[in-house]
């Protein structure tokens, strides 16, 4: 029997993020080999095992999504080992990487409030702690403090800038005034971190699942419509000013939203418990995302993997 909430509540979300972890100390580790001419024959050589290459840090800037934020209920929640940045490093390590996590992301971060906000009221496990400086400073401070030794940037931010416009009689139109000062606001704080980090480390930015598709299981015709506007601000709007930012300063930019199935047609459906038949798009928020349950848009452990595995795919092999 279908069994769909009879009225979800009007979006109240924050993407917010505190997280982090400072982890740190290199080990630097040498390798050699020998090579010993003789006297009256072919040269030998004698091989050595590799020394492993020496770590190097993996700094995380952004919102909840980089503090790995989750709920513990329909009004409770903390930040946790589970999210996307603190599974990098185990899945980098299959590529050659020894990614130590420095994580700078505070919960509630907006682009502008990682620019201009001193401190963080909520980090995530082990978090680097700012307490003087914005979150993009202290994080440009530790890049050019440890220039040569990091081996990945990533940033989760935006989602905070556009939360309201689902609370608005017209979202596009909401989002379409957003977008361009998020997009100056993005593109100032890469550029800093572009120059504290080196033209060669690898920056990827992230966007998030469109968690606005649940309230498809709504009664209510506005709410119904407002999932199926929230594609189309996503995939015409947000995601494209976020990647120009990123690829602007040569990094990378990975679309959650298009690898949580939200593109998928909404006439397509399944069956999942205990909603009953549902479009395949809304069954994968229900599934990777606490929307459904809780009606909050954090990542279920599932959810985060998928952002870690397509951050991780945009790494080259390291050899050792």
């Known amino acids: 029997m279908k069994k769909t909430p009879e009225k ?7 993407i917010g993020a505190g997280l982090v972890t400072a982890l740190g100390a290199l080990v630097l580790g040498g390798c050699g080999g020998t090579t010993s001419p003789g006297s009256s024959g072919p040269a030998t050589s004698t091989s050595h095992p590799t020394a492993p290459r020496a770590p190097l840090f993996y700094v995380s800037l952004g919102d909840s ?6 709920p513990t209920g329909p009004h409770s929640g903390k930040t946790d080992t589970n999210g996307f940045a603190y599974q990098i490093p185990g899945l980098a390590s299959k590529k050659g990487y020894d990614l130590k996590l420095v994580n700078f992301g505070c919960a509630g971060a907006t682009t502008t409030s990682i620019l201009n906000s001193v401190g963080c009221k909520l980090e995530g496990p082990s978090a680097a702690r700012y307490p003087t400086e914005t979150q993009a400073q202290a994080a440009d401070d530790f890049l050019k403090a440890h220039r040569s030794k990091v081996g990945l ?6 989602g905070n800038d556009v939360v309201p416009c689902a609370s ?3 979202p596009i139109s909401c989002v379409v005034s957003a977008v361009p000062k998020m997009e100056r ?7 800093g971190l572009r120059e504290a980090a080196g033209p060669t480390v690898p920056i990827v930015g992230t966007t998030y699942p469109d968690v606005i598709l649940g309230l498809d299981l709504s009664h209510e015709a506005s709410q119904k419509s407002l999932a199926v506007v929230s594609v189309t601000a ?3 709007l947000i995601n494209p000013a976020l990647q120009k ?3 602007a300063v040569g990094g990378s930019f990975v679309d959650v939203t ?3 199935g939200a593109y998928g047609p909404l006439t397509a459906t399944t069956d999942l418990p205990p909603y009953g038949t549902i479009p395949v798009p809304v069954a994968k928020i229900c599934e990777l995302t606490f929307f459904c349950e809780y009606r909050n848009i954090h990542p279920r452990t599932a959810g985060y993997r998928i952002i870690a595995e397509l951050v991780v795919a945009t790494l080259p092999r390291r050899d050792s």
């Open 258 to 260: 298009a690898a949580t």
């Open 185 to 191: 606001n993005l593109a100032t704080l890469v550029r």
């Open 245 to 247: 930012d990123y690829t």
């Open 8 to 14: 979800i509540p009007r979006l109240r979300v924050a």
């Open 168 to 170: 608005v009689a017209q």
């Open 153 to 158: 940037v990533t940033v989760s931010i935006g």
């Open 234 to 236: 996503f995939k015409d």
């Open 65 to 70: 999504y980089a503090a790995g934020y989750q």
